[in-house]
Every structure is written in structure tokens, then in C-alpha cells.
């Protein structure tokens, strides 16, 4: 079965930090990965996509694919309590297979 | 601006009275989805729409059904609620190609007393 792996957290920093997000998936032919930004009761919006190994910056947000490993993560420069949410990875294979997610605690 | 819509955004039905929930779309996206989501889980994949060509996944309950009348619009019926279907409901776009971005609206959250 294939599958998404995150750690569920909480993951707690200190505004202005930088929160590091990780997810591992299980199918090799996976090409299309995402991570999407869950407010609690709201619907998952997607902040990142990324497709060929290596690293991809969209303002404070920097992706990190590395398909030999398996791994992709999520760096957030410059924390800010309105971060605070949970984050979901996705990884397409034959649909989009998404990670339980980890959720990130931002703290003034 | 483009966007994904759901209604109503709450929904409360009793245990077995039929409910319906839709989707429309101004992204012109030809693919639908809907999946069902509780609370600390992950988005699960019920069904989705290629073009008219529906698509249902394998332990998608037969409680479950979906019509697309046209590109803009997706429903989602539920037949006879039960306690175990109380949720959020999403529905997600995207344009078939080479990446599958999803992007997804707002949600139905779906409460059976």
C-alpha cells in the first residue's frame, strides 16, 4: 500500500525560527509532491509544489525533494504565529496520497 | 477570482435522511473530486470525475453517490447518513496534465444527529 508518512507533532518554535517539516513516502514513482497549510476547521490550501530534486523557495517557504531518499520537507524561515496550523504533505502517484500531517505551534 | 465553492458550508441531517452537498468551480478544471476528512486524519479520496468519466475508489461505501451535470458543478449524495459519515466534506479541482495541483474549497462540514 502506498504510503505518506509525518511526523504528527506538535511541532512548537519560537516566532522568528525556522519550523523544518518532514514527510518520507513509500512509492518510488511518485513524481508530484505538495504541501498543503490546514487552519483548524478550514480546508487544506496549498503552499508548495515541487517536482524535480533539489530545493524550490516561494517567499518564506522552502521546499526539499531528494527522490533517492524518499523525502520531502517543508522549511519555514521567519516563523510567525499565524503559521501555526497543520501541514499536510501530498504525494501523487496514480492520485494524490496525503500524510496524516504534522501540526506546528508558533509561539510569540 | 477563480474559485472552488461548496454549500452550505454547515449541514446538519438526522441518522438516515438523505442529504446532498455540491460543488462549482470558475477554474474551468476538468477534473472533480470529493473527499471525506476527519478530525486528525487525512484527506480520504471517495470518488472524482475525469471529464464525465466517473471514477469511484474501492472501499467507497455504496451510501455514496455522485452526479457532475456539467464542468462547473459536482454533487455529492449521501443516502442514508449514519453516525460514522459526520465530517468534512471537501471538493477539489485540477487540469489534467503532467501534475496533479488540487485545489480545494471550502469544505462542508456535515453533522448527523
Same mark, same amino acid.
Given at each position: 500500500?502506498k504510503?505518506?508518512? $509525518?511526523n %504528527? *507533532?506538535?511541532l512548537?518554535v519560537?516566532e522568528?525560527?525556522i519550523? +523544518?517539516l518532514?514527510?518520507?513516502y513509500?512509492?518510488r514513482?511518485s513524481q508530484?509532491f505538495?504541501?498543503?497549510? $490546514?487552519y %483548524? *476547521?478550514k480546508s487544506?490550501?496549498l503552499?508548495m509544489?515541487i517536482? +524535480?530534486?533539489?530545493d524550490?523557495?516561494?517567499g ?6 531528494n527522490?533517492?531518499? $524518499? ?9 510567525q504565529?499565524?503559521? +501555526? ?9 496514480d492520485?494524490?496520497?496525503?500524510g496524516?500531517?504534522?501540526?506546528l505551534q508558533?509561539?510569540? | 477570482d477563480?474559485m ?13 435522511k438523505?442529504v446532498?452537498l ?13 473527499y471525506?476528512?476527519k ?7 471517495l ?5 464525465k468519466?466517473?471514477n469511484?475508489e474501492?472501499?467507497t461505501?455504496?451510501?455514496?453517490q455522485s452526479?457532475r ?6 454533487f455529492?449524495d449521501?443516502?442514508s447518513?449514519?453516525l460514522?459519515?459526520a465530517?468534512?466534506?471537501?471538493c ?7 501534475h ?9 462540514r456535515?453533522?448527523?444527529?
Amino acid at each position: 500500500q502506498k504510503e505518506v508518512e $509525518q511526523n %504528527s *507533532g506538535p511541532l512548537s518554535v519560537p516566532e522568528g525560527a525556522i519550523a +523544518s517539516l518532514n514527510c518520507t513516502y513509500s512509492d518510488r514513482g511518485s513524481q508530484s509532491f505538495f504541501w498543503y497549510r $490546514q487552519y %483548524s *476547521g478550514k480546508s487544506p490550501e496549498l503552499i508548495m509544489s515541487i517536482y +524535480s530534486n533539489g530545493d524550490k523557495e516561494d517567499g518564506r517557504f522552502t521546499a526539499q525533494l531528494n527522490k533517492a531518499s $524518499q523525502y520531502v520537507s517543508l522549511l519555514i524561515r521567519d516563523s510567525q504565529p499565524s503559521d +501555526s496550523a497543520t501541514y499536510l504533505c501530498a504525494v501523487d502517484t496514480d492520485k494524490l496520497i496525503f500524510g496524516t500531517g504534522t501540526r506546528l505551534q508558533v509561539f510569540p | 477570482d477563480a474559485m472552488v465553492i461548496q454549500n452550505p458550508r454547515y449541514q446538519v441531517t438526522q441518522f438516515g435522511k438523505p442529504v446532498t452537498l455540491s460543488c462549482s468551480q470558475t477554474l474551468n478544471h476538468n477534473v472533480m473530486y470529493w473527499y471525506q476528512q476527519k478530525s486528525s486524519q487525512a484527506p480520504k479520496l471517495l470518488f472524482h470525475y475525469y471529464d464525465k468519466d466517473f471514477n469511484n475508489e474501492a472501499d467507497t461505501p455504496d451510501n455514496f453517490q455522485s452526479r457532475r451535470p456539467n464542468t462547473s458543478f459536482c454533487f455529492l449524495d449521501i443516502r442514508s447518513p449514519g453516525l460514522g459519515d459526520a465530517a468534512m466534506y471537501l471538493c477539489a479541482t485540477s487540469s489534467s496534465g503532467l501534475h496533479n495541483e488540487q485545489f480545494f474549497g471550502p469544505g462542508t462540514r456535515l453533522t448527523v444527529l
